[in-house]
């Protein structure tokens, strides 16, 4: 049996496949079948270069040896432990060592298995908070237009993408939006951080003069919105939000689930930006997409208001039967080994600028009518096919699968975001498929 033969299964049918035109799939499937490096490999043994890092997530590149042994020995040591009154050294040894990488006041962490279940967990912990403080009334949560902040059924009461809404009930009550910052007409082609936009924090005011601080927890937002198409904090934007948060007493919670472990070549966009949230949610690059993991950061003062009471007694009735998983952690201290020993943070911050210029080197190509980035983030939004949403965006992304590339598309905007340890040659790769393939759609 030819290898090609032996990765292609027969019947496609029983796997209900997530954010997925499952038949369009079916009818013409793409299967990864390996990965190294910077590249995958399909069925067809083509190579295809990684320009998404998987979802967001493979920071550290595809099957380094350090975190391919790590997870080996640690199925073999001790393959599973429970976290419910019990524990394993690893768990604690990466708790100190992620909240460590953090500035000092973040000093304790919560572990999930994915970035939906870190949001949850972010909201509940905020939603308990007040209430271990005396102030239950605080129950209302503020998410963000345009946010992403996962599937369950917190993360999409608090996002704003209508598609991911509309079909699921009424959700979480007593949730309210402030405006994303996507504005073209003001900001379209900048390089990094936009110029226009920072007053629109200023609605979070709005909705405290509404609602009334004394019924709102917390504030949740992307720091660089990513599934939504990449929509970048304007300058002053993120401080503003800090300083509305703290003149209300209303807890900030950062979703790092794409910016943490140097997406955009600082540790955390807390680092990058300078401001410090409350409680920060985290998944994907934590064990560089290896094996699900994610976990919420929060301040001494939030996890110390829950350190009262009867020591005998469980604190917060919250928590998953692979909440620090042994091998999840394994994979997690490995990777964070990859991005020490090899700098990868340093790298992600010194090639940001080639990048840039790679990215922006686009601007004149038809169709292209805004270009973004920060970090390793870029984005190329495409004029829609007039009645044609998404139309030629998918396009796109099927002829740079063809010619070797992968993309992301979120409705006409291609999101791009590469392992971070993409060299020069990779970048011209991407962006020379991209040229050709847009020229090809227009
Ligand atoms: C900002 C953000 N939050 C949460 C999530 C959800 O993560 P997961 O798919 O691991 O549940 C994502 C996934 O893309 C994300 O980008």
């Not at 032996?6 to 997530?18: H, Q, R």
């Not at 979703?255 to 410090?276: N, Q, S, Y």
């Not at 990048?355 to 939004?381: F, M, Q, T």
Request: proline share 5%; glycine share 10%.
């Amino acid at each position: 049996m030819s290898d090609t033969a032996a990765s292609s299964p027969n019947n496609l049918d029983a796997f209900w496949m997530p954010f997925t035109a499952n038949r369009q799939f079916k009818s013409n499937p793409r299967m990864l079948v390996g990965a190294k490096g910077m590249f995958y490999k399909n069925a067809e043994g083509q190579s295809i270069l990684d320009g998404t890092s998987g979802l967001w997530c493979c920071n550290a590149g595809h099957g380094d040896p350090r975190v391919v042994n790590a997870v080996s020995q640690q199925i073999a040591e001790l393959d599973y432990a429970p976290s419910f009154q019990m524990g394993h050294p690893k768990i604690f040894e990466l708790a100190a060592r992620v909240t460590g990488m953090f500035p000092s006041g973040l000093d304790h962490m919560f572990f999930t298995n994915s970035g939906s279940e870190s949001v949850d967990t972010a909201l509940k912990i905020a939603l308990a908070y007040h209430r271990a403080r005396g102030e239950g009334t605080r129950t209302r949560l503020i998410g963000r237009e345009r946010g992403y902040h996962g599937t369950g059924f917190g993360g999409i009461s608090v996002g704003g993408i209508v598609a991911n809404r509309r079909t699921f009930g009424t959700m979480l009550t007593g949730v309210d939006h402030i405006p994303h910052t996507h504005l073209p007409e003001k900001n379209a082609f900048s390089r990094g951080q936009p110029e226009h936009g920072a007053e629109l924090a200023d609605e979070l005011e709005r909705l405290v003069t509404l609602h009334d601080a004394s019924t709102i927890a917390a504030v949740i937002v992307e720091p660089v919105a990513g599934s939504t198409g990449v929509i970048l904090p304007p300058k002053g934007y993120l401080e503003r939000l800090r300083k509305i948060c703290d003149k209300h007493g209303i807890l900030l919670i950062f979703d790092e689930v794409i910016t943490g472990f140097g997406r955009l070549g600082a540790p955390f966009a807390t680092d990058f930006f300078g401001v410090k949230p409350d409680l920060v949610t985290l998944a994907k690059g934590l064990t560089s997409g290896t094996i699900p993991m994610g976990g919420v950061v929060c301040s001494k003062d939030i996890y110390d208001a829950f350190m009262t009471g009867p020591d005998n007694m469980i604190e917060l009735f919250h928590g998953y039967t692979y909440s620090g998983h042994p091998v999840a952690a394994a994979a997690a201290l490995a990777t964070l080994d990859c991005y020490k020993e090899d700098n990868l943070f340093e790298r992600a911050n010194e090639i940001a600028s080639y990048w840039e210029d790679a990215l922006h080197s686009l601007k004149g190509v038809p169709n292209v009518i805004d270009l973004r980035n920060l970090g390793l983030i870029g984005a190329i939004e495409l004029e829609p096919i007039p009645d044609k949403p998404t139309a030629r965006a998918y396009e796109a992304f099927i002829k740079c699968y063809e010619k070797g590339l992968m993309i992301r598309t979120t409705g006409d905007i291609i999101a791009l975001s590469p392992p971070l340890i993409v060299e020069k040659s990779h970048i011209d790769q991407i962006f020379d498929t991209l040229r050709t393939v847009l020229k090809e759609v227009a």
